[in-house]
Structure formats: structure tokens, C-alpha cells
């Protein structure tokens, strides 16, 4: 093998080290080339990269590999859907938008499949596409067996599911905390308030009423760092998990769930180790000062969103799990004041319905939900905030390397393109100028007052499109969206590695000693975590969608009602039903016209028939196919009680485009387990 040489990496084993194949044919591919992890520099790669690497020869046949630097080109891998064929095996992808079947070369003994399996596959080279073959590498299972589409979007994703084995012991090893020289917490009335369906919980809060006036908040958090030793097996595989992930059913945690739903869970009368922070507040919901420790708490109560919601609206009488009633109301009392601050300082306020899948007792996807934060989510959120800003404020001050999360302000291009459609409105949005949260809050505010669904559900979805994506930094450029200087994430450390990072600082200062900190791989790590957010968010949505669209299976071919979510320059997204599954209505499947879409003004518009939809528009429209394995519903116009024959429309100019004209936005921000904590 030469000294350097172009690498795939095909495996990430269990110590995160990738194995690797040459990319070039001449070279030996029986040789083993071990791709290692540079700790120093904290240099991250994945399965299915392609990299330069320096080869050290170790051993007969054996190679260690130090990435020199990530290559742009991918190894060609596929998901899809083995088919019957007539000579054999086709694979079906998965992909949207890829074109037909691909041949499958026979099953091998060491990887048989058979019809109706869902498969990873490698693309063969060859002259065109017409003539590729693939070779399956992975069989993720049959289709129609419960949890296919998690194992897939696991599969696609490339998301670690399996602790290594040095991991699971050091877990196993974990024991209950004794008080030592931690501060005693455990007469405070601190209580645990989630989903129903939550099972880790690593938050507890309480506030008791200050003479004079306002709130003292104390927020207890798990204290994971008491468990996870640096550079440990634990801390190895939490590095390149990065965060649990959330599908709709199933959850990949980031610690085995002997410490997730284990010893750093808050379950109610058991003694837990914490690191807590004590806030002050005045009657305002001004953070007048803070406090971190230490402790050993107690929960009080396991309490639910909807039974503090119940109490909260009256509904039920008696305070949830047997507790006093002023444990709840001071709560809440609390939480009107930071509420307070949070419009004062002109927060970003985006009402976004958070989607959920509904199964049955069978574990059957019955019903999409679109759920709205209620006041009791509410109250949470401005805890866990309260309690992050606490976290970014004392390490900055102290000049400890805090892992923020950075929120920056939307791009120029984004904010012209929503003050020109503000301007189509008549509505007033600033220009040439540094833009605030609460500009965009005043613009929807001034929307809503008009009598126009369809024009605010635009200005909505444009208000959405146009702010950046949060992540992870060591450096600090504010949070944008929240109208804070100072925020990091620190409440949530069984499922976020940034949290952890936060927290191993806090104690380091806490126990006043320097940490052994690399800030060249502390901002790798955080570029790491970032990235492993993004995918799984992604693989969250590709799930729901999918669920989703297997919901229409059963409607093809009827004519229903939908509402247009989204124009792009190729069609419009239509909600179907008010069920929460979305289509596409492709320009092809409008009546017989040439279509010019804006997606800047959200409208559609037929040259000589006049025909224009809007963002918002009610229309009907029939099921025309359904692909759930693509996570697509595909929709045909219907044009005087009839559906429009396939192919009628010539299509159109796409005209102007916004700024993400050519791709569907997303319909959230965040994922469904944050939802609420900060």
C-alpha cells in the first residue's frame, strides 16, 4: 500500500475507530486498514466518508490509517426495497427523487434477502445508470414487520444503536450516590414535569415566594458527570452519539438506560445525585443572582403536562400525585413573571405545533397529532432557560470554556426577500437595519389583525424559513432567537453531550481546580454534536413522514380537502384532511396551463387560465399515489368534481424563487423530547 491513499469508510467499530477499503481498484482490498481517531483534534468522521489518509503498515496485511482530510465524494450507498424481478432481484430506492430500480447481484450465503426486505446496498460502477447493479451489504429486515421505518431511518442516518460491550460494564458499575460533601437537597420540594410518555427525567424544579416580592427557583439536574469519567468508554461512545435520539417509536439514548433510565433519572422518592442551580428573581422575572451546588435531592413527584394543565384551567381541583396546591400555583406564579421578562426583552414567539404519531395499543400508527405547547410546557421552558442562561453567565465570567448554543441572526437575503413579501401586504417590516426578534413579532402580530388566513400562514411559514439554524460553539454570538447574550445548554445532560461538557466545567470551577481542557477539540466536539443533532432531527422527520404517509394507503384514489402549507417552484405541499399528512401537488397535475410558482409570495398562478393558488387556499384535491418507504403522498388537482388526467399540464417557468425555493422547509425547529426544556 502507498504511504497515502484514498479511503471509504465502510465500519465505525466499537472504540470508534472506522475501518476502511481502498478506493482505488489496483489497490489490496484484502488488506485491514484501520482508520484512528485523533483525539488531539478532535477529527470526526463517519461511515460511508471518503478520506485522504496517511497509512502506517502495523502489522501482515494490517494498516493503521490518520486522516489527512475529508474528501467531498461519498461511497455510492442506496436504501431501497428488494423486488421480484423476472431474472432475479431489483432494488426500489427510497429516495425521493431516484430514478428507476437498480439490478441486484444474486444473494450471497453471508447476506441472503428475499422479496419485500428493506436493504443497504453498495452501487457498482459502471458506464450510465441504465446499466448499474448494486450489491446488498445489510439486510435491515422486512418491510411490513413493526419498526421497520426507525431501522431504516436508523440505517440511512448512520445513527449508533449498540453500546460496545467495555461501556454496558462501566454502566453496570454505577452506584446510588451517598450525601458525602454534597449540599442536602432533599427536603427541597422539588418535582419531575414531562410527557406522559416520558421515561428519562433529568430535570426537577420548585420556587418558593421571596419576602418583598419575587421568586427564589431552584432546577436540579442529573449529574451525569458523576457517572461518565472522562475519555471513558461511557464518554467515547456519548462523544460520537452526541444526543439521544427521539423516533416516534423508539428511543436510541445517548447513556445505556441502565444511567438514562436509571441512576441519572429523577424518579420520584428515590435519592439522586444532581448538580442544582438557585435562582433568584425579582417580581419582574429579573434574574437578581444565582447559585450552582452539588447535592443529593429527592423527587417529590412525578407529575405529567397534562395533569399540571388540568389543575392549572381548573378542571381538576385536587393538586396532582397528593401535593399541596401552593407547590404548583408558586410555580406558576413564577412563571408569569419570567414570562414577563421573556416579552420584554422581545423573544422570538413562533407557535409552532409540534407533530406526533398516535399508535394504537397494537402499536399501529393510527392518527398524525399536531400538538401546541401548553402553560404548563411553558413554565418548563422558562426554567430550563433561566437555568442555561445561569450556566453561560458563570462560566464566561470565570473565563471557563463554555459550550454555548449560538442562535445568529437571519441571513440579508432572507430578511430583503420577507420585507419584500411584507411590502405585498401592506404590512411594515424594517429594512437596512439590524433586525430584532421582536420585529418579526410585531410583523405577525400585524398579519394576524388582518382578515387574510392565507396571507398569514404565508408570512408564518416565510418568518420560519428565514432564521437560522441554533448549534454548538465554544465562542459566544448570542442566541438570537431567545434575545439573550449569554446561553448555553446545560439541563439536559442524559441526551445531550453538550450539556455534559457544560456541566463537567461547573463542577471543575465548583471544586475550584483548572480542567484539563483542548479547545482545539472541545469546538471539534461541538462541530461533532451539531452535526449528530442535525441528523437526528432528520431522521425524526424522514420517520414521521413516513408514518404519515403510510396513513394515506388506504385513500388512493379519493378526493378530499387540503390546505396549501408550502409553494416551491416545482408544486405546493398540501395538508390533506386536516390530519396532519402532507402531499405534493406537482405543477404536472394542474389543470392544462403554463404555471409560473413564486415561492417568495407563496402563489401559483396559470398564464391563461388564471388559475392561482395560495399559501394557505383551501382546495381539492385527490390521493393520487402513495410511497410510504419514500415518505411521499402524491396529489392531482380536481377541477370541476373531476381529478385532472396525468399529464394534461405542460408544466411552467418556476419564476421567482424564496430562499430555500427549490427544497421543502422544515416544519419545526426542534425535536420531539426538547420540546419545552430549554
Known amino acids: 500500500m502507498p504511504p497515502v491513499a484514498v479511503l471509504d469508510i465502510v465500519e465505525i467499530n466499537h472504540d470508534g475507530e472506522g475501518i476502511a477499503a481502498p478506493v482505488e481498484d489496483r ?128 440505517a440511512e442516518y448512520g445513527i449508533r444503536h449498540a453500546f460496545p460491550e467495555e461501556a454496558l460494564i462501566e454502566a453496570d458499575k454505577a452506584k446510588k450516590p451517598v450525601l458525602g460533601e454534597r449540599e442536602d437537597l432533599r427536603d427541597l420540594k422539588l418535582v419531575t414535569i414531562d410527557g406522559a410518555d416520558a421515561r428519562d427525567f433529568d430535570d426537577a424544579v420548585c420556587a418558593e415566594p421571596l419576602p418583598g416580592g419575587g421568586f427564589r427557583v431552584v432546577v436540579a439536574i442529573a449529574d451525569v458527570a458523576h457517572y461518565v469519567a472522562e475519555d471513558s468508554a461511557l464518554d467515547r461512545e456519548a462523544i460520537q452519539r452526541g444526543n439521544s435520539v427521539y423516533l416516534p417509536d423508539r428511543v436510541i439514548p445517548m447513556l445505556p438506560e441502565v444511567l438514562s433510565n436509571g441512576l441519572c433519572s429523577l424518579v420520584p422518592g428515590e435519592e439522586r445525585a444532581c448538580l442544582a442551580v438557585e435562582m433568584m428573581i425579582d417580581a419582574n422575572g429579573h434574574k437578581t443572582k444565582h447559585r450552582f451546588m452539588r447535592g443529593l435531592m429527592l423527587s417529590h413527584a412525578r407529575l405529567t403536562y397534562d395533569a399540571v394543565e388540568e389543575f392549572r384551567l ?27 421578562s421573556r416579552r420584554e426583552r422581545g423573544a422570538l414567539e413562533l407557535d409552532l405545533p409540534e407533530k406526533r404519531v398516535r399508535f394504537d395499543d397494537d402499536g399501529k400508527a393510527v392518527a398524525i397529532d399536531r400538538k401546541r405547547q401548553t402553560i404548563s410546557q411553558k413554565l418548563i421552558e422558562e426554567f430550563m432557560i433561566l437555568a442555561n442562561v445561569s450556566a453561560a453567565e458563570t462560566l464566561e465570567s470565570n473565563n471557563r470554556l463554555c459550550v454555548f448554543r449560538a442562535h445568529e441572526p437571519p441571513a440579508p437575503e432572507k430578511v ?79 441526551r445531550r453531550y453538550a450539556d455534559l461538557m457544560v456541566h463537567r466545567q461547573i463542577i471543575a470551577l465548583l471544586e475550584n481546580r483548572d480542567p484539563d481542557t483542548d479547545t482545539v477539540k472541545a469546538a471539534e466536539t461541538a462541530t461533532s454534536i451539531s452535526e449528530t443533532e442535525r441528523q437526528a432531527a432528520a431522521a425524526e422527520r424522514r420517520t414521521i413522514d413516513r408514518f404519515a404517509a403510510s396513513l394515506m394507503q388506504h385513500r388512493i384514489g379519493q378526493m378530499v380537502e387540503g390546505k396549501i402549507n408550502t409553494i416551491t417552484s416545482f408544486g405546493a405541499f398540501v395538508e390533506i384532511d386536516h390530519s396532519g399528512v402532507e402531499g405534493l401537488l406537482p405543477l404536472g397535475r394542474l389543470p392544462q396551463d403554463y404555471y409560473e410558482a413564486d415561492a417568495v409570495e407563496g402563489i401559483i398562478k396559470g398564464r391563461q387560465s388564471g388559475l392561482t393558488l395560495r399559501t394557505g387556499d383551501s382546495i381539492t384535491i385527490m390521493i393520487e399515489d402513495v410511497s410510504p418507504l419514500k415518505a411521499m403522498v402524491g396529489l392531482t388537482y380536481v377541477d370541476d368534481g373531476k381529478p385532472v388526467e396525468r399529464g394534461a399540464s405542460h408544466g411552467g417557468r418556476p419564476g421567482r424563487r424564496g430562499a430555500s425555493g427549490r427544497n421543502r422547509p422544515s416544519a419545526r425547529k426542534g425535536a420531539g423530547k426538547g420540546a419545552g426544556k430549554g
Open 27 to 154: 489497490l489490496d482490498h484484502n488488506a485491514r486498514i484501520l482508520v484512528v481517531p485523533d483525539r488531539r483534534r478532535g477529527k470526526a468522521f463517519g461511515k460511508g466518508e471518503r478520506v485522504l489518509a496517511k497509512l502506517t503498515l502495523v502489522g501482515p496485511d494490517e494498516y493503521e490509517a490518520r486522516i489527512i482530510r475529508k474528501l467531498d465524494r461519498h461511497r455510492p450507498v442506496m436504501f431501497g426495497l428488494v423486488i421480484s424481478a423476472r431474472n432475479g432481484f431489483m432494488l426500489e430506492p427510497v429516495e425521493r427523487n431516484a430514478r428507476s430500480p437498480l439490478d441486484l447481484l444474486p444473494p450471497e450465503d453471508k447476506i441472503p434477502f428475499a422479496d419485500g426486505d428493506l436493504i443497504e446496498a453498495e452501487v457498482l460502477r459502471s458506464s450510465g445508470y441504465a446499466n448499474k447493479k448494486a450489491r446488498v451489504t445489510r439486510n435491515l429486515g422486512p418491510a411490513d414487520q413493526p419498526g421497520a421505518y426507525s431501522a431504516l431511518a436508523v
Open 314 to 340: 381548573g378542571h381538576d381541583t385536587d393538586p396532582p400525585a397528593g401535593l399541596e396546591a401552593s407547590v404548583i400555583n408558586t410555580m406558576l406564579d413564577a412563571y408569569e413573571c419570567l414570562a414577563a
Open 416 to 494: 430583503d426577500a420577507l420585507h419584500l413579501l411584507a411590502r405585498s401586504m401592506e404590512l411594515s417590516f424594517p429594512k437596512g437595519q439590524v433586525i430584532r426578534p421582536r420585529h418579526f413579532n410585531t410583523l405577525l402580530q400585524a398579519a394576524q389583525k388582518k382578515d387574510d388566513p392565507a396571507g398569514f400562514a404565508l408570512l408564518n411559514e416565510t418568518v420560519l424559513r428565514s432564521q437560522s439554524q441554533a448549534d454548538y460553539r465554544i465562542t459566544n454570538p448570542g442566541h438570537f432567537g431567545l434575545a439573550l447574550l449569554q446561553y448555553a445548554h446545560f439541563t439536559s445532560p442524559i
